[in-house]
Structures are given as structure tokens and as C-alpha cells.
């Protein structure tokens, strides 16, 4: 047993090795990071502070890409109209003078609708230029560019009378070039607490499980579910503990001290991966499930030590978190791999794999292609206003420029492709993607001797990283198609089994 | 009416444009057996099987006459989701798998099984969840139906090919309700072995009182597996038979039909035909053609003699030619008057002496947005440095001699333009072959390949053409070789035909050869009845 887990261990770990080294994008970013840190020239704490920050800020708006690229789309430039929709809802929100969370809450309602209508009106673009839409997307996101500001400058304080001296420009016509959201949207969504994250994710556990109850026992005699006494109680436990003292203080502050939190849910990782080991056997599941669970705790324990070493947990006590953000990236992480257990999500990847395969099969593609582009709007439209809640300045003409390219170069460091991508890729490489992004500037700076080359650092990563990792994943795809053009020699033998090679 | 028929098609007719593709084309099969529909290359079987399938091909070209009655009820079938709904199933010939997906997947695509959940209360069906366990439980039991023992958890992708074709099986019996399934072609990219199975399913299902429509080009496996055999030619009706009391012969015979009109008189024959002096010889000849793979040819062809290939779409005579002029992958030997060509040099068998007019006319054949004059002159000045003028600093187009020689062509051979400036792309068909030929002529080659000649144009300038080939072998002596599906034409002009059967040749005839001799060659047999290796 005890070296048929060794064994096990080394097994995975060798997996890991070589996907890693089979993905040369990720591996190479992976270099380019490593050198990167090495030479910023300044101290560990502020490249990890700024990382994390990045993360929680642009992670949202990469998941946003996941479902157009499985739906066949490829990474959708589009999502530049999901976050002009936001803006446009974040204007009106500060204009009317809604705050905190009843403004986050003006702002979706708002953003919603708009980011659902023009998801449709691109995917309806999209389905007439089939084949060609990310081309279309990043010429669309220029055109909206256009009526963006046209609505902005001209509309606004033109045609619609708005009177606000500090948002708009002297003359009483268009908006000015940045709106300050703090004191008003800024950490809105950061600053909620785990206390209030923990107790509403309980009690909306404990009400869905009720309601599917109800909705079962509605439905069909046979197929009645009992009532899943141990979730109700589970999460009547977690509410619970939310009023136990020290629970409470910890739970209380707006932001997770990274110090303080991975040893709080390393081992509580740990405790309940221990639990599934031993409760393996009576839920019948076999060794390969225990072997993982026994892996998952030993990883989440070793890191619980590590985190305790004096230079790493100097450099984790100045990182702090915003709960909710993570929560809800946490969140869209489930809803995408919740949204691929669905029949809307196996018609996605169907059309995302073969059109005429799926046409065949009688989905409707076109409409499962609209619905794809309009949640990925949608998304992106959300994904926009956490971005701007957390950076607290709203510049009104150029927050959106680059929102795309830069969540699509994250995504592609990740190792995803225009063909397929999913939530580790787009988490790992917004890594990667804002390490090289924090730490380039830098070390530029220190190697040539130049702050001005760092800027420009910048700006050459985001599109060098975009071809560079489009480049390296065609002549990853070449080699098997190439093979059969070059050797003729191999004919004679082929016979009938030629095609299965392709 | 009893439902004696599951499916009963009468009276089908159908026009293309004009063109009659299907005239009263009957078609009925009983519940459980297998009926073979056989006949050539654009004899119709597929328009039929549109029509049986409502699809939109059939509805934006004006429709069709006839009735179709499915378990003895009239039906009227506007698309192929109807079509389903009636039980009629189709295994295509390209494989509409998804080679991403697992077999299950495959299986039960369009038709996943689900369970509701809270979102799906909220926002419709479409948000149910998958049920993989009963997926998993429907394709297995699809799969163990037709015999395949894979595992319904891989991934289709690096499958072999005949697996594919199983599953495509599977999944159509996996559709509640089925009662006709259609097996277009179905051994055609299968090893023997395969092929051997997949009959073997075809028996099994059809012994569960589900009706299949086979259509093949094989005679062996009609003989062995059908019941029935519905014989189609030229989109008529020619026969409904009962298979066991046929033969393959008997079959080939009635799919080739005695149509053939002689176009050259014996009495004009004044060339001498010697087997000693060959204008074109491949040796142990490869291809590597999608679609149209040449797999081992030996083949000489005399100097001054005109010699067809033919054989059915996708068996490899295409591949011939495409071969020779470097357009695709080739292997072996190639000597033209016993000197070797190389086809892998870009125009080498241009410069060789060996003209070449293309089966994909408006693609490979024309540059169709220029003029006429610059199509017929175009591969000389490249190939042969003819009709440029130097100038001193560089060479420049000698528009002078280019227009006589235009000129001089579309009078030759009669080329129906307003002009020689007339854009190519606004030439008829038969005009634009013309332009074709004028532009392979004007290399002056000793060698003339021309591919599908008459693909594509009406029937006075197929006649044109033709005539136009055999007067250059008669009278200018030229060697022809003529590659061409309709094998009417084959034998109204050629001295010996070869019939390419699955990438090889199957036996070279002679034109006045018997219909059953080249229905077997088609077929794969040899004279003789032995079947070439393949």
C-alpha cells in the first residue's frame, strides 16, 4: 500500500513534468517569468503584492473567453463591448449617486440587459462572417470604439441633458476623461467580508437545496429525491460557526491576510481530504480516489509549512485579499465546468468542434452560437466592473481599449488555444501573463539602464505574447498535417489504413 | 395499400436546371431486408437519395414528381429532420463524427439524455444536466448490438476508420424507432476485413426487422449480403431483381447498357499502332491524391494511339494524370520516350512535351477573370519563353504575336467569343474547355493529356470536343490519352481503355469489349473473373 502510493506520487509527478514540457508556451513564459523576477531589482514583496492584486482585477474578464472558444468562436475580441456596456452602466450609477453595493447592484441590473443585447447583435455579426471572428471582433471593437465615444462626447450633455460638473467637460457637452469612483463604487465588491461571503453562501446553499426538493416532488412520483438532510445541516453548521468568536474576528475583515488564510484553509483542506480517505471505502470509491484525496491534504499541509517559513510569510503578511473578488472568480470557475455538464453546454462544444456535424445532428448553431457570444458579453461586462471597482479610477475613453488583447494574452500564456481553453489555463496564465507584465518594466530598467524601455516592455509583451503564443501553437499543430506532404515514400504500404492516420 | 414496403418511392423524377436527373425511378423495400441500389457515377442514386431525404438541394431546385409512401402511408418529406422522425437513418460516407468527442458522445449526439435541475426550471430545457450514466448505458447496448467491442469512453479521434463507420452505425440504431437506414458507400474505405464485418452487422440488423439501403459499387458484396438489387442508369429505372436469382455479370451488364455510337470510321485509320514504340510509360505509378489514390500502375501507351482511363469516381483514374503533372505526390517511374519526367520539378512535365487539360476546369484550368488571348498564351510564355520580345533591359509580352496566335486558335477550333479580350469566367462551358485546349496545344506537345473533357458541358460541344481530340490523333498525329468517367465516350474514340478499380488497373479493354466485362473491371474483376489484388 505504502509504495503503490509512492509509486502513485512519482507517477504524477512525472505527468506534471512533461504536460508542462509539452506545453512549450506555458514553459516558455514560465522561463521568461522566472528571469523576469530574478532581475526586478526589487524586493519579492511588492512583485507577489502586485500580482495578487492584478489577479483578483483581470481574472474575471479571462474567464469571460472560456465559452466562446469551446462554442468554435476563438478568443472573442468582442468582449471590448462587454466592458463598454459596463462602463456606460458605472456612468449613470455615479451620475445618479448610487454607492457601495446598492451601486454594484444599479450597475449589473443596468449593464445586464445592455451586455445580453449587444452580445446578440455580435453574435448575429459572427454568424454571418463564420470562420473569420476573431478578425471581425477586433475590427468590430475599433468600430464600437467609434459610437462609444460618439455616445460619450457628443450624446451625453449634446442630446441627453446631464448636469454634473465633475463628471462632465466645462463646455456642458461630454463626459470628461476620468471619473473618480472613489467614495463611491470603489471596493464596493473588495470589501465585502468572508463573515457576510460565508453566511450568504450558506443560507443560498440551504434555500437551493430546498427549492430543487420542492421541484422534485412536484414533478414526478418516481423519480422523488429524498431531502438532503446532511447539505441543509452542512451549511447550517458553516452559518453557524459564522457567530463563534474567534471564527468571528477572523472572519470579520474585509480583506484575507494571505498569512492568516492559508493556514486556516490549508488545514481545513487537508481535514476534509483526510475525512474522504477514510470514509473512502463505505462510499465505494476505489483506491485511485483515496490515493488523490491523500495527495490533495499532504499538498495543502506542505503548503500550510511552507507558508510558515520567515521569508515567505513576511512577503504573505502584506498580501491582502479581497474575498468576494476571489469568491466570485471561484464562482464562474464552477459555472463554466457546471455550464459543460449541461445540454446547452454539450451543444457549445459541439458546434465548437464541427458545425456541420452539429447541424446534422439538429442543434441549431446559429442560436447556440448567439447564446455563447451573449453570456461571454455578459460576463465580460461583469468582469469589467470588478476590474474598475477594485482600480478606483474610471478612465472614460480608455479602460476598455485594451481589456481584450490583454485578457486574451493572458490566455493564451495559460497554454489555451484558439481551439480550446478552460479554467486552470486562463488562472495560470493570468500568473504567468501579469507576472511578466509587473516584473518586465522592472527588470528592463535595471538590464538597460531605462525606465522609458520598461514602458515600452509593456506594451510589446501584450502583443508579442499574443503572436508569440498563436506562432508557437500553429507549428505545435503543423507537424501532423506536414508529415504526409513530405513522405511520398511512405505510400505504397498505406493502403486503406491512410486515412485513419490523419 | 398493405405495408408490404417500408419505404415505397414511385414515379420519382427530378430536373436540374432543365436536366433530367431522375425519370420515373421506382424504389421499394421491404421491412428487414437488404436492398443494394447500384448503378454508375451520376446515375442518380444520390439525387434519389436527397429526394428520400427532403434535403434543401432537392426544394431550391423546383422540387420533384412522385410519391413516397413510408409503412404504406403517403408522406411528404420537406427536410431531413423529418425524415428522421420517420425512421429513416443515414450512415454517410464521410463520417459525421466528431473526433473530439468520446464514443458515447458521438452516439448520442443531438439526443443527449438529461435531468433537470434548478436552472433549467428557471431557464428552460436546455440547461438540464447531462446524464452520462444512461448516455453510457444507450451506447453500449447500440454497440454491443452491431458487435463492436470498444470501449464507449475513448475518444473517436485515432480510431481506426472502419471503427468510425461502426459507430456512425451504432448511433443511428441507437435512435428510437428507426426503420430504414440508409449505407451510402459504406465499404469504401474499408480494409477487407472490415468490410467482412461490417456485412456482418448489416445481417444483424437487418434480422431485427430494420430495412437497409445499400448502395455500393462492389458486386461480390451485393451478391452476398442484398436480397433485392434496384438498378438505376443514367436516372432511369432499369430493373428491380431478386439477387438470388442474378448473377454479377448479369448486374454489371444491366448497369453499363449498349448505348455506345462509334464517332471515328475504321477506313480513316491510316496510323500504324506498335507496341515496341511507346510515347508514355509508368512503372510501379503512386499517387497521392486525396480522394483519388493511384496505388501501383504499370502502363505504357503507344506512340500515336489514343488511350482512355476510365473507372468510377474516387477509384484512382483522376489521380493518373494529377500525378504526372506534379499537382500531386507521386512515386515510381515515369518516362516519356524513355526519358525520365520529374514530377516533383515544378512544370517539368510541361517542358517535357506533355500537355494537360484539367478535369477542375474554373479551378486549376483557367485563370477566369482574364481574357481569353491570356489564357491560351499564358503556360507558353512561362514554360517555353514563346510570344516575349527583349527589349534589351528585360523581356516584355509580344502582344503582336500573342493575338495572331489567339486569333489563329479561336478560329481552329471554333471558340464561340465575342473577342479574344472576352474575360474567360464568361465563356460557356464547352467554350471555356476549348480555351483549355488552345492553351495545351499551343505548347505543342507531343503528348496530350486531357481530363474529363466533357465534364460539365452540353451535348453539342461534348460532340466538338470529342471530335476535335480524335481529329488531332488522326490528322496532326498526336498521342492522346483521355481520362474520363463516362465510358460511352471512352469507347466512342479510344483504341484501348483501361479501367482504374481502386487505385490500380482492374484490365485494359478494348472499346468494342462487352458491357459485362467492363461492368466487372469497374468492379475490380478481371477478364477471366479473378478479382485483382487489392
Not at chain 1, 500564456?413 to 500568473?431: D, M, P, T, W
Not at chain 2, 455479370?249 to 485509320?269: P, W, Y
Not at chain 2, 476546369?361 to 514554360?383: K, P, W, Y
Amino acid at each position: 500500500m505504502k509504495s503503490n502510493y509512492l509509486h502513485y506520487l512519482k507517477d504524477r509527478t512525472i505527468d506534471a513534468a512533461k504536460a508542462l514540457y509539452a506545453n512549450k508556451v506555458v514553459l516558455m513564459f514560465f522561463i521568461l517569468c522566472t528571469f523576469g523576477l530574478a532581475t526586478t531589482g526589487k524586493p519579492p514583496t511588492y512583485t507577489v503584492v502586485e500580482v495578487f492584486t492584478r489577479f483578483g482585477r483581470n481574472t474575471f474578464l479571462v474567464l469571460a473567453l472560456i465559452i466562446p472558444v469551446l462554442a468554435g468562436l476563438g478568443l472573442n475580441f468582442g468582449i471590448v463591448v462587454g466592458a463598454m456596456a459596463a462602463q456606460v452602466a458605472i456612468f449613470w450609477t455615479v451620475y445618479w449617486g448610487f454607492t457601495g453595493l446598492k451601486g454594484i447592484a444599479v450597475c449589473l441590473l443596468m449593464a445586464t440587459p445592455i451586455a445580453i443585447l449587444f452580445g446578440w447583435l455580435v453574435g448575429r455579426l459572427y454568424n454571418r462572417t463564420k470562420g473569420a471572428e476573431m478578425i471581425t471582433g477586433l475590427i468590430l471593437a475599433y468600430f464600437a470604439e467609434g459610437l462609444y465615444q460618439f455616445f460619450f462626447l457628443y450624446l451625453i450633455g449634446g442630446i441627453i441633458p446631464v448636469e454634473n460638473p465633475t463628471m462632465i467637460i466645462a463646455g456642458g457637452t461630454g463626459v470628461k476623461n476620468t471619473i473618480d469612483l472613489a467614495g463611491n463604487l470603489k471596493y464596493a465588491i473588495d470589501t465585502i467580508s468572508l463573515l457576510s461571503v460565508a453566511r450568504g453562501l450558506s443560507v443560498a446553499y440551504a434555500l437551493v437545496s430546498v427549492v430543487l426538493w420542492a421541484l422534485n416532488r412536484q414533478k414526478s412520483e418516481g423519480l422523488q429525491k429524498p431531502l438532503q438532510k446532511d447539505r441543509l445541516f452542512g451549511a447550517a453548521i458553516v452559518f453557524a460557526a459564522t457567530f463563534v468568536p474567534p471564527v468571528h474576528d477572523f472572519m470579520a475583515t474585509d480583506r484575507l491576510q494571505l498569512s492568516r488564510g492559508i493556514p486556516v484553509f490549508g488545514v481545513l483542506i487537508a481535514l476534509v481530504a483526510l475525512f474522504r480517505v477514510v470514509t473512502a471505502g463505505r462510499t465505494g470509491k476505489d483506491e485511485q480516489y483515496r490515493m488523490r484525496q491523500g495527495t490533495v491534504s499532504l499538498i495543502a499541509l506542505i503548503a500550510v509549512g511552507v507558508s510558515f517559513v520567515p521569508a515567505i510569510h513576511k512577503i504573505l503578511t502584506s498580501v491582502h485579499l479581497p474575498v468576494m473578488t476571489y469568491v466570485l472568480i471561484a464562482l464562474l470557475c464552477v459555472f463554466n465546468n457546471w455550464l459543460l455538464s449541461t445540454k446547452l453546454g454539450q451543444d457549445m462544444r459541439t458546434v465548437g468542434q464541427s458545425r456541420t456535424v452539429a447541424n446534422a445532428a439538429g442543434i441549431n448553431v446559429n442560436r447556440t452560437r448567439i447564446i455563447a457570444m451573449s453570456m461571454s458579453t455578459v460576463l465580460a461586462a461583469w468582469g469589467q466592473i470588478i476590474y474598475l471597482q477594485n482600480l478606483g479610477t474610471f478612465a472614460t475613453y480608455g479602460a476598455h481599449t485594451m481589456c481584450g488583447q490583454y485578457a486574451i494574452a493572458a490566455l493564451l500564456v495559460g497554454g489555451a488555444s484558439v481551439q480550446q481553453a478552460n479554467n486552470k489555463q486562463a488562472i495560470l496564465g493570468v500568473f504567468l501573463f501579469h507576472t511578466l507584465f509587473v516584473v518586465a518594466p522592472l527588470s528592463a530598467s535595471t538590464v538597460f539602464g531605462s525606465a522609458l524601455i520598461g514602458e515600452y516592455f509593456r506594451v510589446f509583451i501584450c502583443y508579442g505574447v499574443i503572436a508569440l503564443s498563436l506562432a508557437m501553437h500553429a507549428w505545435k499543430a503543423i507537424p501532423k498535417g506536414d508529415k504526409k506532404d513530405k513522405e511520398p515514400d511512405a505510400l505504397p504500404g498505406e493502403g486503406t489504413e491512410a486515412p485513419a492516420e490523419a | 395499400m398493405s405495408s408490404q414496403y417500408v419505404l415505397n418511392m414511385e414515379g420519382i423524377s427530378k430536373e436540374y436546371y432543365g436536366n433530367r436527373v431522375l425519370n420515373e425511378v421506382n424504389l421499394a423495400v421491404r421491412p428487414g431486408e437488404i436492398h443494394a441500389l447500384m448503378g454508375e457515377n451520376g446515375a442518380g442514386k444520390s439525387t434519389l437519395m436527397n429526394v428520400l431525404f427532403g434535403m434543401p438541394v432537392i426544394h431550391n431546385t423546383g422540387g420533384f414528381t412522385g410519391s413516397i409512401s413510408v409503412d404504406g402511408e403517403p408522406v411528404t418529406i420537406e427536410n431531413p429532420q423529418k425524415a428522421m422522425e420517420l425512421g429513416i437513418g443515414m450512415v454517410h460516407q464521410e463520417f459525421m463524427l466528431i473526433p473530439g468527442f468520446t464514443v458515447t458522445e458521438n452516439i448520442k449526439i443531438g439526443r443527449e439524455i438529461t435531468t433537470p435541475g434548478i436552472a433549467s426550471h428557471i431557464f428552460g430545457k436546455s440547461l438540464e444536466r447531462l446524464d452520462r450514466e444512461s448516455m453510457r448505458k444507450d451506447a453500449r447496448k447500440a454497440l454491443d448490438t452491431i458487435g463492436l467491442n470498444i470501449e464507449e469512453y475513448v475518444k473517436v479521434k485515432g480510431l481506426p476508420v472502419g471503427y468510425m463507420q461502426f459507430i456512425e452505425i451504432a448511433r443511428e440504431i441507437d435512435k428510437t424507432g428507426i426503420k430504414l437506414l440508409i449505407f451510402d458507400e459504406p465499404t469504401a474505405v474499408l480494409t477487407e476485413s472490415e468490410a467482412e464485418r461490417l456485412l456482418e452487422a448489416m445481417r444483424v440488423i437487418a434480422s431485427q426487422g430494420i430495412a437497409i439501403v445499400f448502395i455500393t459499387h462492389r458486386l461480390d458484396e451485393v451478391i452476398s449480403v442484398t436480397d433485392h438489387v434496384t438498378i438505376l442508369r443514367d436516372g432511369q429505372f432499369v430493373k428491380r431483381l431478386v439477387t438470388a436469382e442474378t448473377s454479377a455479370v448479369e448486374i454489371a451488364e444491366l448497369m453499363i447498357g449498349r448505348r455506345v455510337e462509334k464517332l471515328l470510321d475504321e477506313a480513316d485509320d491510316h496510323r500504324t499502332l506498335s507496341d515496341d514504340d511507346v510515347m508514355l510509360s509508368l512503372r510501379d505509378y503512386f499517387v497521392d491524391m486525396p480522394g483519388e489514390q493511384v496505388r501501383g500502375i504499370d502502363l505504357d501507351v503507344r506512340r500515336g494511339e489514343i488511350f482512355g482511363i476510365g473507372g468510377l469516381a474516387g477509384q484512382g483514374k483522376l489521380g493518373v494524370p494529377n500525378g504526372i503533372m506534379g499537382l500531386h505526390a507521386s512515386t515510381g517511374s515515369i518516362l516519356l520516350e524513355g526519358e525520365p519526367v520529374e514530377p516533383e520539378k515544378l512544370g517539368d512535365a510541361l517542358k517535357k512535351g506533355i500537355g494537360f487539360v484539367s478535369e477542375d476546369r474554373r479551378g486549376v484550368g483557367l485563370l477566369l477573370e482574364e481574357s481569353i488571348e491570356d489564357n491560351i498564351v499564358f503556360t507558353a510564355m512561362q514554360i517555353k519563353g514563346l510570344f516575349l520580345k527583349s527589349i534589351g533591359i528585360g523581356t516584355l509580352y509580344d502582344a503582336k504575336a500573342g493575338r495572331a496566335h489567339t486569333e489563329d486558335m479561336v478560329k481552329q477550333l471554333d471558340i464561340r467569343c465575342t473577342g479574344t479580350n472576352q474575360r474567360a469566367g464568361a465563356l460557356s462551358g464547352g467554350n471555356q474547355q476549348k480555351v483549355c485546349l488552345a492553351r495545351a496545344l499551343t505548347l505543342n506537345p507531343k503528348l496530350l493529356i486531357v481530363s474529363e473533357p466533357t465534364r460539365g458541358i452540353d451535348i453539342g460541344a461534348k460532340k466538338l470536343v470529342i471530335e476535335l481530340l480524335a481529329s488531332l490523333n488522326r490528322e496532326e498525329g498526336m498521342t492522346v490519352v483521355v481520362v474520363s468517367s463516362e465510358l460511352n465516350e471512352l469507347r466512342s474514340i479510344c483504341d484501348r481503355i483501361a479501367i482504374v478499380s481502386e487505385g490500380k488497373i482492374a484490365d485494359i479493354l478494348h472499346p468494342d469489349d462487352s458491357d459485362a466485362d467492363y461492368g466487372l473491371a469497374m468492379a475490380g474483376y478481371k477478364r477471366g473473373g479473378d478479382e485483382v489484388e487489392g
